[in-house]
Nanobody, 130 residues
């Protein structure tokens, strides 16, 4: 299994920015699909942004043009740059990865669907006040 650790959450004003980070270990040489989800208490997790093993990025309509998912140079870290934050963006943000045994690449057909991913971090809280 891949161990995922999120960081970068916090409490901010609407209109400002945050950058979330997700590091994974152990280091796996091959690229695999990763994604960011968010969850508000009492609601289902919502896929926010995802990157495929090939590097294709998908965004939820609600964050297009405001959020940017990218991989770091270290290759074991992904970022979620969140700009122009709105109160609706608040929630617990989770990093997820789709990795098979031995680091095999798993095919992800629906990048923002929770069931496509088999490894999850503990989450980082984002609060946005108006």
């Amino acid at each position: 299994r891949v161990h995922l650790v999120e960081s970068g959450g916090g409490s901010v004003q609407a209109g400002t920015s945050l950058r979330l980070s997700c590091t994974h270990s152990p280091y796996i040489r091959t690229s695999f699909a990763m994604a960011w989800f968010r969850q508000i208490a009492g609601k289902e997790r919502e896929g926010v942004a995802a990157i495929s093993a090939d590097g294709d990025v998908t965004y939820a309509d609600s964050v297009k043009g405001r959020f940017t998912l990218s991989k770091g140079d270290a290759k074991n870290i992904v970022f979620l740059q969140m700009d122009s934050l709105k109160p609706d963006d608040a929630g617990m943000y989770y990093c997820a990865a789709a990795v098979g045994p031995g680091g095999d690449i798993l095919v992800v057909r629906k990048p923002t669907e929770e069931l496509e991913y088999n490894n999850w971090g503990q989450g980082t809280q984002v609060t946005v006040s108006s």
